[in-house]
T-cell receptor, first 116, second 112 residues
Framework: EPEVTQTPSHQVTQMGQEVILRCVPISNHLYFYWYRQILGQKVEFLVSFYNNEISEKSEIFDDQFSVERPDGSNFTLKIRSTKLEDSAMYFC??????????????FGQGTRLTVV | QKEVEQNSGPLSVPEGAIASLNCTYSDRGSQSFFWYRQYSGKSPELIMSIYSNGDKEDGRFTAQLNKASQYVSLLIRDSQPSDSATYLCAVTLPSGNTPLVFGKGTRLSVIA
């Protein structure tokens, strides 16, 4: 069964360093998302991506964040200068999109980012 | 402000019983509704989607939607210890593929 895959599963980084989180969405999906979940809190939307551009972003997704689809399969989230409060689980998700008959979003297994 | 509210629980039910999980949402324009299951330390796993008023059944799971009351629920029949997890309610707006807005989740504990 197709699935969203994320790497790495766990990343430890020093405050101020740049990190890149990687995702391979389900191959025939058109919409890609990044969400995060701080420990003990709810899942929060960061950004959505469609047709090679950002379609929507939240207040969390400030200038420190960027996304890219460098090739036909990968989807990346970059945090330029990490802060302690960026420590969270980061989830990538993908969906067909409503025009293809379903808006269900499927999540990857997540990357636990720890900023020290 | 789009809000999705869930009772955080824990909701404890005996094995074999029906677990009833509830969710309310604030944005009357919400059109798509989802239930995800999340085991501790894991990612959300989609278990049900519902778009129209009424009931939708899939195996032991039934989702119920009442748009007039802005209420969506999930029933789990014949609950098993493996159902013990946090259940997340999520909604989207009708326009395009707006992102999911999640509730905080209800922790379900099924006691053997």
């Amino acid at each position: 069964e197709p699935e969203v895959t994320q790497t790495p599963s766990h990343q430890v980084t020093q405050m101020g360093q740049e990190v890149i989180l990687r995702c391979v969405p389900i191959s025939n999906h058109l919409y890609f998302y990044w969400y995060r979940q701080i420990l003990g809190q709810k899942v929060e939307f960061l950004v959505s991506f469609y047709n090679n551009e950002i379609s929507e972003k939240s207040e969390i997704f400030d200038d420190q964040f960027s996304v890219e689809r460098p090739d036909g399969s990968n989807f990346t989230l970059k945090i330029r200068s990490t802060k302690l409060e960026d420590s969270a689980m980061y989830f990538c998700a993908s969906s067909f999109g409503h025009r293809r008959g379903g808006t269900e979003a499927f999540f990857g297994q997540g990357t636990r980012l720890t900023v020290v | 402000q789009k809000e999705v509210e869930q009772n955080s629980g824990p909701l404890s039910v005996p094995e074999g019983a029906i677990a009833s999980l509830n969710c309310t949402y604030s944005d009357r324009g919400s059109q798509s509704f989802f239930w995800y299951r999340q085991y501790s330390g894991k990612s959300p796993e989609l278990i049900m989607s519902i778009y129209s008023n009424g009931d939708k059944e899939d195996g032991r799971f039934t989702a119920q939607l009442n748009k007039a009351s802005q209420y969506v629920s999930l029933l789990i029949r014949d609950s098993q210890p493996s159902d013990s997890a946090t259940y997340l309610c999520a909604v989207t707006l009708p326009s395009g593929n707006t992102p999911l807005v999640f509730g905080k989740g209800t922790r379900l504990s099924v006691i053997a």
